[in-house]
Structure formats: structure tokens, C-alpha cells
């Protein structure tokens, strides 16, 4: 099955910098690999994602990229605020069936 | 995106007992998957559940613990089965449209004593 390994598991950043978080795949065959945001007391909300056909996706201030030789995608956030604070999960899945989650990182946005 | 309502928000329980969680989508979806986490721990699929066939379980996972309703299109419930303080997690109720994304509920928080 496919095994998702998640760097690092707490990020701390000053407000205004940028925040990279990794994730690395197993499978070959996975071709769908989104983010969720988990804020304290609520459910996993999808932020970004990107698919197998597509190297990179920007939304706003943040970013996935994709490298599939590598079989590893990121997540890039600029100019960090302190309401980014949250854990961040990636995940990765063939398209239609179940996910592989990392193990999250926990993301302090010190003002 | 689908809305889901799950309820209830959290609860505490006395173990040997069972809880019944409800999850209530806005749109009919096909697929509804159930999660487990553990504190401060990632997401654990528990088991996928379809409208009209039985849940399928993830290793780890037996129905005689985690039985699923799936009536339809719409509504599922797992319930958690004679509860130790291990089974003490959140779980999550969670809805997919193939390529067009996964939405999951604000989760059950479930503390055993």
C-alpha cells in the first residue's frame, strides 16, 4: 500500500516569512495529492491540491508543487499570518479511492 | 463542496458502553469514508461506506467493533462498541467525489472513562 512520510512535524516561523512543508510517496499509481488545514477542535479542511498532470498550483499565498520522478510534493505558504497557525496534513491517493495521510505538522506563526 | 453535519460534537462515556455518531451530508454523495484520529496523531480510515452494500473495512478495523449504516445517499452512522479508554479519539466522517475533492465533517471528539 502506499506509505506517506510527512517533514517536519512542527514548523515555527516569524510572521511575513514563508513556510515549506514536504511530503514523499510510495506509490507509483497515486495521482491525487491534496491539503488540509486542521485548526484546534474542527475537521481537516481542504486548502490546495494538485493532481499527477500539473508540476505546480498557486492559490493566493499558497502553493503545491510536484515532483513525480521524486515521488515528493510540497506545500510553499508566504508571507505567513498568525491565523495560519494550524496542523497541516498532506495526503496523497489515486483518484477516487482512499487517502494516505502524512502525519501532519504543527505550524506556530509567531507575530 | 458538500456541507456534512456530524453529531454529536463530542462526548464522554463510560466504558463497556457504545455511541452512535451521525453524519449528515447536504448532497447525495456515493462514498463516505470514516476516520479515526488519536490525539495528536494523524488520520486513520476506518472503513469506506457505500449506499446499499456493506461497509468495507480497513485492517485493524471489524464491524463487530465499528458497525456502519449507510441507509442512503445522504446520511451514515458508525457506531463505537463496547468502549475501552483506548477508543478514546475523534472521529471523522468524510464524503468524495471522485476529481472533484473530499470534504470531511468538524468530527466527534470522543473521551472514554
Not at chain 2, 28 to 46: H, K
Request: net charge negative.
Amino acid at each position: 500500500g502506499e506509505n506517506v512520510e510527512q517533514h517536519p512535524s512542527t514548523l515555527s516561523v516569524q510572521e511575513g516569512d514563508s513556510a515549506v512543508i514536504k511530503c514523499t510517496y510510495s506509490d507509483s499509481a497515486s495521482n491525487y495529492f491534496p491539503w488540509y488545514k486542521q485548526e484546534l477542535g474542527k475537521g481537516p479542511q481542504l486548502i490546495i491540491d494538485i493532481r499527477s498532470n500539473v508540476g505546480e498550483k498557486k492559490d493566493q499565498r499558497i502553493a503545491v508543487t510536484l515532483n513525480k520522478t521524486a515521488k515528493h510534493f510540497s506545500l510553499h505558504i508566504t508571507e505567513t499570518q498568525p491565523e495560519d497557525s494550524a496542523v497541516y496534513f498532506c495526503a496523497a491517493s489515486q483518484e477516487g479511492n482512499q487517502f494516505y495521510f502524512g502525519t501532519g505538522t504543527s505550524l506556530t506563526v509567531i507575530p | 463542496s458538500a456541507v456534512i453535519s456530524q453529531k454529536p460534537s463530542r462526548d464522554i462515556c463510560q466504558r463497556g458502553t457504545s455511541l452512535t455518531i451521525q453524519c449528515q451530508v447536504d448532497s447525495q454523495v456515493t462514498m463516505m469514508f470514516w476516520y479515526r484520529q488519536q490525539p495528536g496523531q494523524s488520520l486513520t480510515l476506518i472503513a469506506t461506506a457505500n449506499q446499499g452494500s456493506e461497509a468495507t473495512y480497513e485492517s485493524g478495523f471489524v464491524i463487530d467493533k465499528f458497525p456502519i449504516s449507510r441507509p442512503n445517499l445522504t446520511f451514515s452512522t458508525l457506531t463505537v462498541s463496547n468502549m475501552s479508554p483506548e477508543d478514546s479519539s475523534i472521529y471523522l466522517c468524510s464524503v468524495g467525489v471522485p476529481y472533484y475533492g473530499y470534504t470531511f465533517g468538524s468530527g466527534t471528539r470522543l473521551t472514554v472513562v
